[in-house]
């Protein structure tokens, strides 16, 4: 039906938005989801054609060429060339929609330019902290971040999804549907396991019931993060043990930033304070880096 | 046009008063009864300032007991000295209350055919130690080692002799506490538990009935604890232990950027902004009571409720005059310097309201600062027709008003100005009033139909009352 996984999850991230703007009685401002939206896009845009021309130049380069001066082309030609280099660039519009979305559902902000900015910062983010052609920080908490600590403008709500059952269940189904297409499981498996297990270590401790337990863990933000932020393929570790390691630190991160330092907004503070080491984890464990699959009719083979 | 007019303050009910349960157990802590006195203790309200990692913590007194049997026990993140504790004066929450309660206005309906021309500290601890263990019959100091109970603070403010214990096993902590003759509900050591594990200290108070004599207090004045920790939250489980049914808390929150929300638990607003019919304005209490409930159904039982978020800097319209810097302080707000004018105070009110019970509030209250500095009210509208609203009424007073000379086609068009606004204008607006209180209260549409035909005035012969009869068929 949907040939690419991340058309499940930008399906299901705008069915999870017009949720909340139905039911939630959010603060929620369909403005500020069009400037998501439009920044991503544009900043997408923007910065493809700036790279694409790059590395377009370069590959021209290495082929033989003319002297310039014999075949100078004419400045309109140029110019033609040029508009129709842009007109060419494959226009990504997946990934920086699904990043605009996560940043709607995530992000409140008071004045519209903040969300331009953590649109900016996000889609930026992918295209400045790069390693070996594989960005490091997933975007939508780069922006948030940004958000959050370069403006007094932005906040997150991690109480306005509430616990309810009904909510968990739909993430979980929807999150599980993309994850299979998607193929990391695993991350969000291992990380809100191991989170389950350490608030139950905490809880146990505490000699609380089992209720606190289950209200802490029942909280849609906790679940959407899980779901739909951690999972990003392209920014965490490529080898499966890496990821589960990289899961499990999460996870202790989220826990100790949350209990010990009583940040509400400790699942985005770990997520980017961890991000990074997922260089390190792709030296340590060489393995195939992920491409998003097509599901696609087979296209005929030329040649 | 409509002329706003806010209604004086005596209209503005200080809900809280009104609409709470009596419970025995309430607030962040517990009152405990040294006898089985009757304890009545209505909402608890709470004023919470807070900038950076520093709070005070105002808890509002409204034990209706005897004096003498009082005792409160809450959990506190850190250890109280004396100079972090005061007792502040009851009025500034009533002051805080009255400023921010959910408000009823009015409006006027003008003329419809209108042409247009042109403190007391002891400062010996152990002096209190030895008057309370004189008191307790000598049980008050010497166990508190054996039972791992540490006294990290002993000192007396205001009328109340304050306790700071600190504790290794609540079973230690629940034995020495009813040995002191604090008597705690069953069910308690199991949460203390989890506040002693948490490292968190216990604030105990008494009432000091020397001190409250002399005082000439009629009531006890609040307790207001300074102290700095990163947490920001409020412990209600404590409260919880024993509880019958749903409590009422009432929290008032000053912070200088914007609005808190709680963090672990959905906020959401009041039902705001609503036309309601005239009547409600002799029952406006019962109404926002109710209202309240209904809310408090739909949304599961399991949210806070934002009744109020405003800047300090102004209101408009005021249910009371704004808080003075004076009051600011009373209320516990440290970060303002003297001599600033009112539009330079940079302090944001929330007021969240929360009913909880143990089922559906397991966790203790958490709360954040955000950058929101939305303005919110709870706020409900309602409107007086003119009742002289007819045709022969309307053409004889513009006629006065243009000398006796109106023309066919002026005369016509004022016809159909008052015919305008008494077919359509206000049997519309009743209806919306009417689906409105219905759809807030659950109360029956045809009674409230009913209701406006005989209690609201309005331009006669009346469509509304034609249609719904005053009498009940």
Not at chain 1, 234 to 247: C, K, M, T
Not at chain 2, 116 to 127: G, V
Not at chain 2, 298 to 310: C, D, M, S, T
Not at chain 2, 455 to 471: A, C, D, F, G, H
Request: charged content about 20%.
């Amino acid at each position: 039906m949907l040939r690419d996984a991340r058309d499940y999850q930008i399906l299901f991230l705008s069915l999870f938005l017009l949720l909340g703007l139905a039911t939630r009685d959010w603060t929620l401002k369909p403005a500020a989801i069009g400037v998501a939206i439009a920044t991503c896009l544009l900043t997408q845009f923007i910065f493809s054609v700036i790279y694409g021309h790059r590395s377009g130049s370069a590959s021209v380069t290495s082929d033989l060429q003319l002297p310039a001066a014999v075949l100078r082309p004419p400045r309109w030609l140029s110019v033609m060339t040029g508009l129709r280099a842009v007109a060419s660039q494959p226009l990504t519009r997946r990934s920086p929609l699904i990043s605009a979305l996560g940043l709607s559902l995530l992000l409140r902000v008071a004045q519209l330019p903040t969300m331009a900015l953590a649109a900016f910062v996000a889609i930026a983010s992918k295209f400045i902290c790069k390693v070996e052609g594989k960005h490091f920080f997933n975007p939508a908490n780069l922006g948030i971040i940004a958000a959050l600590t370069l403006t007094h403008d932005a906040w997150v709500s991690p109480g306005q999804w509430g616990e309810e059952v009904w909510y968990a269940l739909i993430f979980i189904g929807a999150g599980g549907m993309v994850l299979k297409r998607v193929g990391r499981w695993d991350t969000t498996a291992a990380f809100l396991g191991s989170y389950a297990l350490l608030e139950a270590g905490r809880n146990l401790y505490l000699g609380w019931t089992w209720d606190v337990w289950l209200h802490r863990l029942s909280s849609g933000s906790l679940l959407l993060f899980a779901l739909f932020m951690v999972t990003d393929p392209r920014s965490i570790p490529n080898a499966r043990p890496a990821r589960l390691i990289w899961a499990l630190s999460l996870a202790g991160l989220t826990f100790i930033l949350r209990n010990y330092f009583y940040l509400s907004t400790a699942v985005f503070w770990a997520l980017f304070l961890l991000s990074p080491l997922t260089i390190l984890f792709d030296r340590l464990w060489q393995s195939e880096r992920f491409n998003w699959k097509v599901f696609a009719p087979h296209k005929p083979v030329v040649g | 046009m409509k002329r706003l007019r806010p209604l004086a303050t005596g209209l503005i009910v200080a809900i809280a008063c009104l609409i709470f349960a009596p419970s025995a157990w309430a607030f962040c802590g517990f009152y405990v009864a040294q006898a089985d006195t009757s304890l009545y203790n209505e909402a608890s309200q709470v004023i919470i300032a807070r900038n950076g990692d520093r709070t005070v913590l105002t808890m509002a007194n409204d034990y209706q007991g005897e004096v003498q049997d009082f005792a409160l026990v809450v959990p506190v993140p850190t250890v109280i000295q004396q100079e972090q504790v005061n007792v502040a004066e009851s009025t500034i929450i009533d002051r805080l209350d009255a400023f921010s309660a959910p408000r009823l206005v009015e409006y006027f309906d003008e003329d419809p055919c209108y042409l247009p021309c042109a403190e007391c500290i002891d400062a010996d601890p152990s002096a209190t130690i030895d008057r309370l263990t004189e008191e307790s019959g000598g049980a008050f100091q010497s166990p508190a080692e054996a039972l791992g109970v540490t006294i990290e603070a002993a000192f007396s403010a205001g009328e109340y002799d304050i306790l700071i214990l600190s504790a290794e096993e609540s079973d230690g902590l629940e034995t020495w506490l009813q040995q002191n003759n604090y008597q705690i509900p069953a069910g308690a050591s199991e949460v203390l538990g989890a506040y002693i594990r948490q490292d968190m200290k216990f604030f105990v108070a008494k009432v000091n009935l020397d001190e409250f004599d002399q005082s000439g207090y009629q009531r006890l004045r609040p307790l207001q604890i300074a102290y700095a920790s990163p947490r920001f939250m409020l412990p209600i489980r404590l409260g919880m232990t024993n509880a019958q049914g749903p409590q009422d808390l009432v929290v008032y929150l000053l912070t200088s950027q914007g609005q808190v929300e709680v963090t672990n638990y959905r906020t959401v607003e009041v039902p705001s902004n609503l036309e309601i019919p005239l009547f409600i304005k002799d029952e406006f209490g019962p109404f926002y009571s109710e209202l309240f409930q209904r809310s408090y159904d739909q949304r599961g039982r399991n949210v806070a409720f934002l009744e109020y978020a405003w800047d300090l800097r102004g209101c408009d319209p005021c249910a009371a005059d704004p808080p003075s810097l004076d009051e600011m302080r009373q209320a516990g707000i440290f970060w303002l310097e003297d001599d600033l004018e009112p539009w330079e105070f940079n302090v944001f009110i929330t007021r969240l309201h929360v009913r909880y019970t143990r089922d559906k509030f397991p966790e203790d209250l958490t709360f954040q600062e955000t950058n929101n500095r939305r303005l919110f009210q709870g706020r409900y509208v309602m409107h007086h027709t003119f009742a002289n609203a007819n045709e022969q009424a309307c053409i004889a007073r513009q006629m006065d008003s243009y000398g006796g000379t109106l023309s066919d086609g002026e005369i016509e068009y004022l016809r159909q100005l008052n015919q305008n606004y008494v077919a359509h204008t206000v049997p519309e607006r009743f209806e919306r009033e009417s689906k409105n209180l219905a759809r807030l209260t659950g109360r029956d549409l045809s009674t409230i139909r009913r209701r406006i035909s005989a209690e609201v005035p309005q331009p006669q012969p009346s469509i509304w009352q034609l249609r719904y009869p005053p009498q009940l068929p």
